[in-house]
């Protein structure tokens, strides 16, 4: 049972900053590519930004230049730096994480967190 939780998200004004947190949990042996969505209301759920073991990283266009994931991987912890949020921004963001459980079997898991809301005012 691998778990994530996210921390970080709240209440920001146009133009301003903020910086998540997910850490995964449990029975893990290793954590291969972690990555951040979202979804806001009405909307399907889209990435935002994946990050590989070894740190390559993509992003949605959308957030290209503003957004910035990293990782340690010692702490099986992703994050997102924020800067020059938008109001279009504004939706709950959801960790995600897969690689491999602390088993015999060495079982794959991927496994999302319950999310964080992040609400950008203009």
């Known amino acids: 049972q691998v778990q994530l939780v996210e921390s970080g998200g709240g209440l920001v004004q146009a133009g301003g900053s903020l910086r998540l947190s997910c850490e995964a949990s449990?029975?893990?042996?290793?954590?291969?590519?972690m990555g951040w969505y979202r979804q806001a209301i009405g909307k399907q759920r889209e990435l935002v930004a994946t990050?590989?073991?070894?740190?390559?990283?993509n992003y949605a266009d959308s957030v290209k230049g503003r957004f910035t994931i990293s990782r340690d991987n010692a702490k099986n912890t992703v994050y997102l730096q924020m800067n020059s949020l938008k109001p279009e921004d504004t939706a709950v963001y959801h960790c995600?994480?897969?690689?491999?459980?602390?088993?015999?079997?060495?079982?794959?898991?991927?496994?999302w967190g319950q999310g964080t809301q992040v609400t950008v005012s203009s």
């Open positions: 449990g029975s893990i042996a290793r954590v291969d590519d």
């Open positions: 995600n994480a897969g690689g491999y459980s602390r088993n015999f079997f060495r079982t794959p898991f991927n496994s």
């Open positions: 990050i590989t073991r070894g740190g390559s990283t």
